[in-house]
Every structure is written in C-alpha cells, then in structure tokens.
C-alpha cells in the first residue's frame, strides 16, 4: 500500500514539473496563473471528501478549508512580490518570516518549545536574511530599493498566511493518521 502511495505521490509531482516547464516556456508572467498551476491539485483533495468519507467534525473541515486557502493566497502573494522586487532579496526574507511566524504560532497556538539552541538558529537565520535583504545600491535590473520595501511587506503577508497554512496542517496532522 505505501509503496503505491509514494508512486502516485512522484507520479502527481512529476504532472506538476511538467506543468512548471509548460508555464516557464510559455513566459507566462502573470502571478494568479502561476497560482493556479501550483494550486489547481488542491480543488482535487479538497473534492476527495465525496469519494473518501471520512468521520471528522466541521471544526476539522473548517481548518483544512483555511489551510488550503492560506497556502493558496500566501503563493499568490509571494509571487506577486516575487514579480515588482527580486527573487534573489526577497525569497530569503519570506523564508526567515516564515520560521519566525511558525515559531511564534506553535509556541502559542500549539503549546510547543524549541531548545536554546535552535532558538538561537532562528535569530541567526533572521538577521541574515535582513542582511541579505537589504541593499544599498539600485539593482541591476533598474529597479529602485527605495520603492521596493513596499513589496516586502507584501513578503511578510506571503510569510504570515504560509505559516498559519502550516500551522494548521501541523494541527490537523496531529488530529489525524496520514493517510486521512
């Protein structure tokens, strides 16, 4: 059984490679498409329900349908922040909000602690994703630092809604075994 789960599972990555090469070949440069493209599987999970009955509360279906959507905003978000600043400067600053988001959120809202240690990996990871952040000069591609800091709050939008989507997943899978 796991061997044909983790079959479909490379089968169902392999479509979406092939749905990556398709939109990067075609240039499209539109964010809700590239949302669409990563983002279109979920409909289908989320349409799983009518042919795998499961008995769970509302209360669970209420925070997969926020995940779901979470995850789907937080793409579109970062990809539209992606599209006005530059990969390179804003991707590491996402990826440090995340952690620190997620961090605060299981701390909080799940009641778990990192050591000292890894706590210490999180300041350091923040610091230096500002740092990669930050840039005191025009970027090659014209565009201006000054007017870019807008698109990083953007980020942190992108960052805050990926980690309440992986926040919510976490909770559910602590609730559920893998396969429901």
């Known amino acids: ?52 009955p499961l008995e769970t509360s509302p209360v669970y279906w209420f925070w997969s349908v ?35 988001a997620i961090f605060a959120g299981a701390y909080l809202f799940l009641g778990e602690q990192l050591s000292q240690t890894q706590m210490w990996g999180i300041a350091a990871l923040g610091l230096a994703s500002l740092l990669l952040a ?15 800091w807008q698109w990083y709050a953007l980020g942190i939008l992108s960052a805050i809604l990926f980690a309440i989507s992986h926040l919510t997943s976490k909770f559910l899978y602590d609730h559920f075994g893998f396969v429901s």
Request: no cysteine; aromatic share 12%; hydrophobic share 55%.
């Open 134 to 148: 930050v840039e005191s000069k025009p970027s090659a591609g014209g565009k201006k630092s000054k007017g870019r």
């Open 1 to 52: 059984m796991w061997l044909l789960s983790a079959l479909l599972g490379y089968i169902l990555l392999a479509i979406v490679f092939i749905l990556d090469k398709h939109i990067l070949a075609q240039e499209v440069r539109r964010p809700i498409v590239y949302t669409f493209y990563s983002t279109v599987f979920l409909l289908a999970v989320g349409l799983a329900w009518i042919f795998v």
């Open 66 to 100: 926020i995940s779901g959507f979470a995850f789907g905003l937080a793409l579109h978000t970062m990809f539209v922040a992606v599209e006005k600043s530059e990969a390179s400067h804003l991707d590491p600053f996402i990826g440090a909000v995340i952690t620190m």
